[in-house]
């Protein structure tokens, strides 16, 4: 009996031994939080041997990385819901009280909303323009866990108009390029003057002013641009699908290359995805 007494007080020890560590093990963690969040995945980076490091635009948390923990491995069904162009609910296991803190949160569990991908990864066209938007996303919302709904429900519409096959991929994306710039504060204009606001149309176009200037306002690298091309571009701005459908290509081609250079202004580099983009 002594020695079964032994044994069990031992035991006891040991467990107590145990929780104690775990005790001083989540003393030095700190508070470790659940977070729920919907968000589309902008990219991944490999981790270790199985693990990923896994970029999102989240609805409520803006930009996000976390790790997700072997989602490489063949038979890890988790992984395949955290690709590219997904729309996913995510859960996150973060130390402290904050998403976005000390260390990269854990991404715990994911559900798919819906997989965009799978009508965007098939086509070229629009694969590339897809990944310029994920990338343009991305640049628009550089500091992590600062809210940007308006750009995040800009990228879903985008991605879902794009999968869907509803209108040219290129058309798409220089849409979705002009209303980032819209809700960030670049809105270009595309009829009255950007400087002195005389009402347009206005035949002068420079970069460097905001749009469309008048004929006083042109300053040295001022453009002449088609009125057409104009016309496409306040429609991509505003949604009027049916006047850029019914567009010109090279009027198309002309406005691309426009909404490039705003883009690369305002940015102050441009995207390394625009330059496999079919126009």
């Given at each position: 009996?002594?020695?079964?007494?032994?044994?069990?007080?031992?035991?006891?020890?040991?467990?107590?031994?145990?929780?104690?560590?775990?005790?001083?093990?989540?003393?030095?963690?700190?508070?470790?939080?659940?977070?729920?969040?919907?968000?589309?995945?902008?990219?991944?980076?490999?981790?270790?041997?199985?693990?990923?490091?896994?970029?999102?635009?989240?609805?409520?948390?803006?930009?996000?990385?976390?790790?997700?923990?072997?989602?490489?491995?063949?038979?890890?069904?988790?992984?395949?819901?955290?690709?590219?162009?997904?729309?996913?609910?995510?859960?996150?296991?973060?130390?402290?009280?904050?998403?976005?803190?000390?260390?990269?949160?854990?991404?715990?569990?994911?559900?798919?909303?819906?997989?965009?991908?799978?009508?965007?990864?098939?086509?070229?066209?629009?694969?590339?323009?897809?990944?310029?938007?994920?990338?343009?996303?991305?640049?628009?919302?550089?500091?992590?866990?600062?809210?940007?709904?308006?750009?995040?429900?800009?990228?879903?519409?985008?991605?879902?108009?794009?999968?869907?096959?509803e209108h040219a991929p290129h058309l798409v994306l220089d849409a979705?390029?002009?209303?980032?710039?819209?809700?960030?504060?670049?809105?270009?204009?595309?009829?009255?003057?950007?400087?002195?606001?005389?009402?347009?149309?206005?035949?002068?176009?420079?970069?460097?002013?905001?749009?469309?200037?008048?004929?006083?306002?042109?300053?040295?690298?001022?453009?002449?641009?088609?009125?057409?091309?104009?016309?496409?571009?306040?429609?991509?701005?505003?949604?009027?699908?049916?006047?850029?459908?019914?567009?010109?290509?090279?009027?198309?081609?002309?406005?691309?290359?426009?909404?490039?250079?705003?883009?690369?202004?305002?940015?102050?580099?441009?995207?390394?995805?625009?330059?496999?983009?079919?126009?």
């Amino acid at each position: 009996m002594g020695a079964v007494k032994t044994a069990h007080t031992n035991g006891v020890a040991a467990r107590g031994r145990t929780r104690s560590g775990r005790s001083r093990a989540w003393a030095r963690m700190g508070v470790m939080s659940l977070f729920r969040d919907d968000g589309i995945v902008l990219r991944t980076q490999k981790l270790g041997e199985a693990d990923r490091i896994i970029t999102l635009l989240t609805r409520g948390h803006g930009r996000v990385r976390a790790v997700a923990r072997g989602v490489r491995r063949t038979k890890s069904k988790f992984g395949a819901r955290l690709e590219p162009f997904s729309h996913v609910d995510v859960q996150f296991f973060a130390r402290g009280s904050e998403l976005v803190g000390r260390g990269l949160p854990l991404c715990t569990q994911s559900e798919t909303i819906a997989p965009y991908g799978g009508g965007i990864v098939t086509d070229y066209a629009r694969y590339t323009a897809g990944t310029a938007m994920l990338e343009t996303a991305e640049r628009f919302t550089d500091h992590e866990g600062e809210p940007a709904v308006q750009q995040y429900l800009l990228l879903v519409g985008g991605l879902r108009t794009l999968a869907r096959g509803e209108h040219a991929p290129h058309l798409v994306l220089d849409a979705f390029l002009l209303r980032s710039l819209a809700v960030n504060g670049y809105a270009p204009s595309f009829g009255d003057c950007a400087k002195c606001g005389m009402p347009g149309p206005n035949r002068f176009f420079s970069v460097a002013s905001g749009g469309s200037v008048c004929v006083d306002c042109r300053v040295p690298g001022s453009v002449v641009p088609s009125p057409q091309t104009l016309v496409l571009l306040g429609a991509l701005l505003t949604g009027d699908w049916e006047t850029a459908d019914a567009c010109e290509p090279r009027y198309v081609r002309e406005g691309s290359g426009l909404v490039s250079a705003y883009l690369h202004w305002h940015l102050e580099r441009g995207l390394r995805s625009l330059r496999y983009v079919e126009k």
